[in-house]
Structure formats: C-alpha cells, structure tokens
C-alpha cells in the first residue's frame, strides 16, 4: 500500500514508519521540514495549517492510507478533510486518553462515553494560541474527532485514543525524569488525596497498534492500551530499583500533582480493538524494561 505519515518522526511514530515499511508498503512522510525523513523515505514538506501549501505539495498525489500523527484542532481536521478528499480512502487519526479528561468511571471507560458525532465544534476558539492548545489538548482531540465523524465524510475514518505512553530511550516528555529525580533525592513526589491507576501502552506496542490499524477495516474511536492499569506507586517502584532513593508521596487537596497522578477515574476500556482481533499486553510484561530504557537513557 502507499501510506502518508503526517508527522511522525519522533518516539512511537519513527517506529510506526519502521514497522510499515518492514512490511513492504511504500512511506512518505509529510512535515514542516524540521526533522529529515528516515533514510529511504520520501518527505514532503509542508505547513499542514496552510491549506493552500498542503494541497499544493500533494498535487497529483494519492494514498490509500493517511495516518495523522498531529491532528491536534478542529481547524487541521477540517483543513485535512478537504485536502484528503479525494487522496485517500482510509484515515487514522491519532488521538488521546485525554478526550475522557471529564469522566469519572468506576469501571473502564468505552468509546462511546465519549462519541464525536454529538462533541460541539467551535473552529473561533483560539487554536493557534500554543498555550490555549497546550491548556485543551483533550478538547482540541475530541473536536478533531469530530470533524471527521460528521456525515458525509469523504473517506473512511478511524481515531486511535492512544493511553499514556511509557518506554524507550527516547522518550521526550520528562515524565519519569521528573520522578527519578525526586525519589533519588528523597523529595516528595504531590499526587492527589485519591490517586486513580490509569491505562498506559508501552512506546512498542502503540506502534504496533497504529501499524495494524492502517491495515484494519473498522471505523470510528478504538481505544488502545495495555491490560492492567498502572498506579504512581507501580511505576515509581519501578524507578526505586534503578536509581536508589526512596519515593515519599505527598498528598494535596488542590495545586498541581506530578505526572502521571490522576484524582479523577478514566482508565480506558480496549475490549472494541480486542474484539475487532488485536490482542494487547499486560502492563506487568512490559513495565521494568520501559522504566529501564527511559531511566537508563537520563543517566548516560
């Protein structure tokens, strides 16, 4: 197949373009141009916000996969609806755990508690702002989503609600960073009164997710994660045995609590992608060697 990766050069999408191409499908990669392409893999370069430049770069262009690694508003997804509309007849759409940031669920939550096809849609809102995007990545996702699921859409469409991602060298977000230093210095770490588990992937697993997906036939939200929800005590024992020290919670009522904490209850249900015959990990299988990997990364 000829695939389009829209974004994607970096921690879980580098080893999505790996896995696809080790599978015989012909990559491009489409980006603003800041990072190179892996080596063998064509780029285009465009500024996805400007409609008129993507449509330009794509002229004359066809995909029978598009995989959007960095759909993050209403105003990309609308722009990529139409420039797409006639260049691909499959879609998948990256999204997050954090479009159900409003549940509070004693079991699992699943796609449907929160369907795109009834999400409200304001295009006025001010997406372009980074701290306005930074401050509703979970809303920016859920309007998305709903852009594509409105009737009539051009091309099969499928969103992939990734959980939190553990793993790899290069994992650039500092979230483990942020607890190894504290537990090798003895500080205590501020997590909510009640700190819910919550889902987690591992960086691996989410790429062999995406890379089935692209190949799959169902449409609409999957939710894609491990089995067993992990705890901020799982995942700071795991970081105890690498670098010594000793992990002292603090609780708060209300303020800022470390990542990776969580006072509300949205762990994810992946019994739609199971069904659909993807079989997924336990957290257990996978956690020592993603701690381990990004752990072991910060100190070298």
């Known amino acids: 197949m000829d695939i ?19 599978s015989g499908h012909r990559i491009t990669v489409l980006n603003r141009g800041s990072s190179a392409a892996p080596e063998g893999i064509e780029q285009l370069v465009a500024d996805r916000d400007d409609e008129s430049a993507l449509a330009s770069v794509l002229a004359g262009r066809s995909f029978d996969v598009v995989v959007d690694q960095v759909c993050y508003t209403p105003r990309q997804a609308e722009i990529a609806r139409r420039v ?8 998948v759409m990256t999204s997050t755990v954090e479009v159900y940031e409003y549940e509070d669920s004693a079991v699992p939550v699943a796609e449907s508690a929160v369907d795109p096809a009834t999400v409200t849609v304001d295009t006025g809102l001010p997406w372009q702002d980074p701290e306005f995007l930074d401050a509703h990545y979970g809303e920016g996702k859920r309007q998305a989503e709903a852009v594509f699921a409105a009737g009539g859409a ?22 483990l960073d ?18 819910r588990p919550a ?3 591992y960086v691996e697993e989410i790429a062999a997710f995406l890379a089935w997906a692209v190949g799959a036939d169902f449409t609409g939200p999957v939710n894609a994660h491990s ?5 901020t005590a799982d ?54 060697e993603a701690v381990s990997e990004t752990i072991g990364a910060m100190r070298r």
């Open 235 to 288: 995942i700071c024992a795991e970081i105890e045995k690498l670098v010594g020290g000793r992990t002292v919670f603090r609780e708060v009522e209300v303020g800022e609590v470390s990542p990776f904490s969580f006072a509300r209850s949205y762990a994810m249900s992946n019994s739609r992608a199971e069904s659909l015959g993807y079989t997924f990990t336990d957290s257990g299988e996978w956690l020592a």
């Open 154 to 175: 051009p091309f099969a469409w499928a969103s992939v609600r990734v959980a939190h991602v553990l793993g790899g060298a290069d994992d650039f977000t500092g979230r």
């Open 84 to 91: 797409f509309a006639t260049r691909t007849r499959r879609y």
């Open 4 to 22: 389009l990766v829209i974004g994607g050069n970096r921690y879980f999408g580098k080893r999505l373009i790996a896995l696809l191409r080790e």
């Open 227 to 231: 089995h067993s929800p992990l705890t």
């Open 178 to 195: 942020h607890y190894a230093r504290r537990i090798r210095a003895g500080e205590p770490i501020a997590v909510p009164v009640v700190n």
């Open 199 to 201: 889902t987690y992937v």
